[in-house]
């Protein structure tokens, strides 16, 4: 248990449906993080909020859109994926380097499996 | 751009010592981290080691870190067969803003035959 938990754990879905992806934190963190996992590649950062501000987008698509309502909660709502856009995704949470201690570290949900038909 | 390369698997015996190695670019990079990923879940991290250190020694776990040629490595002691998992190297890229942000591998996925 790291105290990031994702829903649903496993997601299938068609290129014509809407879904989305939940985070939740409860570590009292204020930076959350989505990651995409594919096989054969590095992880890649899709989106970052920082205090419930998005700061950055690594240019993922518009097909991805990311909502974060609160510091401990964290969607990505998809829509008309394609097929390869099949993957785990992974949140993340760590807390701001404002605050003291900070060293960076990320804890990670077990990831949301995806497969787009 | 930045990149962290690290090689994609290593298969050792039970009781030998496992070193995975990493190279990374970014020379101001402040921390310098090894996560864990075993089959069906998220990364969890391992160790991490501050910029400034050569080594760090955690129980069966020694990270070592070259600055000058920008070299990281995670030796298992005495590796068992729960050591069999992917391990990720991962940097820390300062983009200006107050949160972190991390460049990860590709990730080694280490066996560990009985």
């Known amino acids: 248990e790291t105290g990031v938990t994702q829903t649903p754990r496993h997601l299938v879905m068609g290129m014509t449906n809407k879904k989305s992806l939940k985070c939740e934190q409860h570590l009292g963190h204020n930076a959350m993080y989505w990651y995409k996992q594919s096989a054969k590649k590095p992880l890649e950062l899709m989106f970052v909020y920082s205090l419930e501000e998005r700061v950055e987008n690594n240019s993922v698509p518009s097909r991805f859109s990311p909502e974060c309502p609160n510091s401990s909660h964290l969607f990505l709502h998809l829509h008309t994926l394609q097929p390869e856009d099949s993957a785990l995704y992974l949140c993340?949470?760590?807390?701001?380097?404002?605050?003291?201690?900070?060293?960076?570290?990320?804890?990670f949900g077990e990831g949301s499996r995806l497969t787009v038909l | 751009g930045e990149d962290v390369e690290q090689s994609l698997f290593l298969s050792v015996r039970e009781g030998d010592s496992s070193v995975i190695n990493c190279t990374y670019t970014d020379s101001s990079s402040t921390y310098l981290y090894w996560y864990k990923q075993e089959p069906g879940a998220g990364l969890q991290l391992l160790t991490y080691i501050f910029s400034n250190m050569d080594m760090k020694q955690d129980q069966r776990l020694t990270v070592l870190l070259n600055k000058k040629d920008k070299h990281l490595s995670l030796r298992i002691a005495d590796t068992q067969t729960g050591d069999s998992a992917i391990y990720f190297c991962a940097e820390s890229i300062n983009y200006g803003g107050s949160q972190g942000n991390l460049i990860f591998g590709k990730g080694t996925k280490l066996s560990v035959k009985p």
């Open positions: 993340a949470s760590s807390q701001d380097r404002v605050a003291g201690g900070y060293t960076g570290e990320l804890f």
